[in-house]
């Protein structure tokens, strides 16, 4: 399979990962910046979000990048999760609002805070924005730890400290029946699932996410190389079928 990588990947190491495994796992390796170039078809693709949107929508993919919590896992989401109009959820106090999937990455999650000063604040967060639109909510948790788990054909791979105390590691029993719990016959066969780890001590998803944009923390390339092909194989046969 041929393989284009985008020049500008947020992240060195991400780049470099990405690029190792793809050539250890037997791709040709091209680098690109224009989204619109001549590629060849049934191709995997590796870079930043809007790029990777921008190539979907180039083959004409209707793609749900994940980016939050399928409703498979809410069960393990350890909070209260809700969609409600961005004008709404800016006036809220001590949530975190994100936008949907298919607005990715239109402003970074932050978490709002109360008073005419903290009120302007959730304003310039979410500047350029259409207030009517819809944003993720969710209630604020104490959390200790967060971890990154590679999962590749229902196992995992690998996982990964990126965020709070790395001694506090979580739960693999729990993580795989969250696996057994995601898994169906249109799943992704490769996707990182984020866990938290709470002041409970339990693990709990934070969200789902695609491979073609992820960070990998440390994972073996190859590993990342065989995720990308496998899931980008598994895009274009459903496409086709």
Sequence with gaps: ???????????????????????????????????????????AYYGNVAWITAQMRRMQYEHNQLGYVPDRLMNWAGRKIEKMPLDKAIHTIDKYIKPLNTRQKAFACFKTVASDKGSMINLIETANCDYNEEVLVSD???????WRCYIHEGEIRGAFNYKGNLRVHPNYNDIDVMIKDFTTTDSPIAYALDVYINTHGETLVMEVNDVMSLGWYGLTPVYAGRMIVDRWEQIHKNKKS
């Excluded at 780049?15 to 690109?32: I, P, S």
């Design 1 to 43: 399979m041929d393989a284009y990588v985008q020049k500008r990947v947020q992240g060195k190491y991400n780049k470099l990962t990405a690029d190792l495994g793809l050539n250890e796992v037997g791709c040709f390796v091209e680098h690109v910046e224009d989204a619109h170039a001549n590629f060849l078809a049934d191709s």
């Design 140 to 146: 604020a948790v104490d959390i200790v730890s967060e």
